[in-house]
């Protein structure tokens, strides 16, 4: 459990500004926090503009009168000013009343011992014993040291907001709201009121009881939270699975794909070859074909220019002959018929994503599953 001190020190710090209270102003969701850092925090805002409160995100509106309207926050202020008042150790504050007192002279102010409650007052012994014997009634002194904060959070009263004088010594249950004796003579006079110590007994049980079920409730949202938690990591490790399969979908495919495309071109590439080597047989048989003819050509024509009549007559019946030879070669039958190649792609619009990869199916409440991919 947490100690007076902890819980003190906790909630005398603003949540925004990270430092003691400055003027603390509450907010409907019982938050506190500095005017000056909400000031700053909503900057931009108007009155009656719906803002949110900065920790718990609650929403509430600008007062008419700008933030300076929002309730001053009297629980923090009373931890503060109790933890101002025990923030020194004996001996290391002056008594207040002797300081103002020596103002002017040279005379050693004695060190504070003791806090008067009622006043609000650091006083040394001497200081602090008529405030223990006023004619009005003796204030409440207590001894500087580690345990003043605690008595003061349990001993310190506050004074009325209307009459600055005054002690809260009521509760006005019409008003929900605590008042001094002069608030309950004029405003409060047909209204029922009793003392304050003696309400807020009969409003303890059910504070307790309605504490009791905030403390269930925590016990539920932190397992709401944790099962929350768990979920999320099941599902990141759904998701996981996911990208792994559909990775390793996607990849087989591809393989299966390049596969195939290597075997299809291996096959044209086979087509190819073998047409390379029947076009380079035939081209050989006509380059031979050729070869004969251009140099019979060239032949004849040497002997019919250059020739003598004699060796004309003498070759005539032989040149006739080979010519028949050459004439009688059917070179029409030596010829390059390539083969007709084509490619008919898939027609891969008749393939759905369902049989292209796979199906992802994404269920959710009241939701239809399934998702394409």
């Known amino acids: ?117 009622d006043c609000g007052q650091k006083l040394c ?54 008042i001094c004796l002069m608030c309950s003579a004029i405003q409060h006079r047909q209204h029922k009121s009793d003392e304050i110590p003696q309400v807020a007994d009969s409003f303890r049980p059910q504070i307790d009881d309605d504490d009791e079920q905030i403390l269930s409730s925590i016990g539920t949202v932190r397992q709401l939270s ?10 990141l490790s759904q998701v996981g699975d996911a990208e792994k399969m559909i990775s390793e979908t996607g990849e087989t495919l591809k393989r299966l794909i390049d596969t195939r495309v290597s075997e299809v071109l291996v096959d044209l590439e086979s087509v190819k070859s073998e047409s390379s080597k029947q076009v380079n047989a035939v081209e050989d048989q006509l380059q031979l074909v050729l070869v004969a003819m251009e140099s019979f050509h060239t032949y004849l024509r040497e002997l019919l220019d ?16 080979r010519a028949t030879e050459l004439l009688e070669n059917d070179v029409t039958s030596v010829q390059y018929c390539p083969p007709h190649v084509t490619f008919t792609p898939a027609d891969v619009t008749q393939l759905t994503p369902l049989q292209l990869i796979g199906k992802l199916t994404v269920s959710r409440h009241g939701d239809k599953p399934g998702r394409l991919l």
């Open 226 to 235: 944790e099962r929350t938690k768990q979920q999320f990591v099941k599902f």
């Open 306 to 321: 250059k020739g003598r009549p004699s060796d004309v007559t003498r070759a005539a019946s032989e040149l006739h002959k």
């Open 1 to 117: 459990m947490a100690t007076a001190s902890s819980v003190t020190t906790d909630w005398t710090t603003c949540p925004i500004c990270l430092d003691v209270f400055d003027n603390p102003k509450s907010l409907p969701c019982i938050h506190g926090f500095c005017l000056k850092c909400l000031e700053r925090h909503f900057v931009d805002i108007c009155q009656g503009d719906e803002v949110s409160c900065p920790l718990c995100r609650t929403a509430f509106k600008i007062p008419s009168d700008g933030l300076r309207g929002l309730p001053h926050h009297f629980f923090i202020q009373h931890l503060v000013d109790a933890r101002n008042a025990s923030s020194k150790s004996t001996g290391e504050m002056p008594c207040e009343v002797c300081l103002v007192e020596n103002e002017t002279s040279s005379e050693e102010v004695p060190a504070a011992t003791v806090y008067c409650v």
């Open 125 to 178: 012994e001497r200081c602090g014993r008529p405030h223990r014997r006023l004619a009005g009634g003796a204030h409440q002194v207590r001894q500087l040291g580690d345990k003043l904060e605690q008595e003061l959070l349990q001993l310190r009263s506050s004074c009325c907001d209307k009459h600055t004088n005054e002690r809260l010594k009521l509760y006005c249950y019409e008003c929900s709201e605590n």
